[in-house]
């Protein structure tokens, strides 16, 4: 490896910031990989997904929008910025369909945002599972889902949780393993084992 090669990687490499990155460099940095999050100033890459990953997002993208309120709107995979120093990427995301200003639109508000979904990765769980969370509910955002793998022939198990008023954290309102049907953010009904049929 010559010098002139070391020397161009490291010109290529962020230095942070030291308060860290803020949303506005997440989105003004240049030659960041696609679906970076910025959590707590840091930037953070997403891994090569698997396949059950992007067929149970297709599933509940599907699902979600087939009974969609006109008001509303499902995204996939776009920012939601929580604060100046958390951007998050859900992966999918039901927002108010005011907050959507056009094809070049690149991020949502927490303010706009009636639920993120989240499907747990390898790379991912202790974001999916804690921090992630932990941000939406002290955004605001009224409802999360957690999917993992596990269900019928290794399906997909809805987590669904409400913001609670008081604490401002999530209570988990119940486990869906064949079928999720709830009426929040509105009226939902998904056939889960349907995963194997896309």
Request: charged share 25%; net charge negative.
């Amino acid at each position: 490896m010559t010098a002139e090669s070391v020397e161009h990687r490291r010109r290529r490499r962020p230095v942070p910031p030291v308060d860290g990155y803020t949303v506005d460099d997440l989105f003004t940095l240049p030659d960041l990989p696609p679906h970076t999050e910025l959590i707590d100033g840091s930037l953070v890459f997403a891994s090569p997904q698997r396949r059950f990953h992007y067929l149970v997002i297709d599933l509940l993208i599907n699902g979600l929008r087939s009974s969609l309120d006109p008001g509303l709107s499902v995204e996939r995979e776009m920012t939601v910025t929580v604060d100046s120093r958390n951007g998050p990427e859900p992966d999918i995301s039901v927002v108010r369909a005011d907050a959507v200003t056009g094809l070049d639109q690149t991020s949502f508000q927490a303010k706009d945002v009636l639920l993120a979904v989240e499907v747990v990765s390898p790379d991912s769980e202790s974001r999916d599972r804690t921090t992630k969370p932990h941000k939406y509910a002290a955004a605001g955002i009224p409802n999360f889902w957690r999917v993992e793998q596990g269900g019928t022939d290794g399906g997909p198990v809805v987590h669904v949780y409400a913001l609670g008023p008081m604490t401002r954290a999530y209570v988990h309102m119940g486990k869906h393993r064949d079928r999720i049907e709830v009426d929040k953010p509105y009226a939902v009904d998904i056939d889960l084992t349907a995963v194997d049929r896309l």
